[in-house]
């Protein structure tokens, strides 16, 4: 007699098989390099410096809750180019984290170089 061969126990549904969590310096650090793909942003910074908070993240359960500290190239129209950046690091972090973006503070801390010839 031939015994057909076990098949395995299907597995229960991702959600029943354990849990993930995103830390929240990974949220910022993926908040940041988004930041830096938006073409009028100089530089993001991480760290803070004495008259600026630091980029950082907070998450809870689901939500994240961001502040990016940044420097924008002079001239920008700060006001559409934040509104850019913005859009651009909310929609990043939520289709790499899974992630709803709640809050985006946004700290233009310094304006320098040129567009054209980034001096």
Request: hydrophobic share 40%; proline share 8%; net charge positive.
């Amino acid at each position: 007699m031939t015994v057909p061969a076990q098949r395995p126990a299907p597995l229960s549904a991702p959600e029943r098989r354990g849990r993930t969590e995103i830390a929240d310096r990974a949220v910022a650090k993926i908040a940041c390099c988004a930041a830096r793909e938006v073409p009028e942003v100089r530089d993001v910074r991480m760290g803070g410096s004495p008259w600026a908070r630091p980029s950082a993240a907070r998450v809870r359960g689901e939500q994240a809750s961001l502040r990016l500290n940044v420097s924008m190239a002079y001239p920008t129209p700060l006001h559409a180019a934040v509104a850019r950046l913005r859009e651009h690091v909310i929609r990043r972090v939520e289709h790499q984290t899974g992630l709803e973006v709640r809050r985006l503070d946004i700290v233009v801390s310094e304006l320098g170089g040129d567009l054209a010839w980034g001096g």
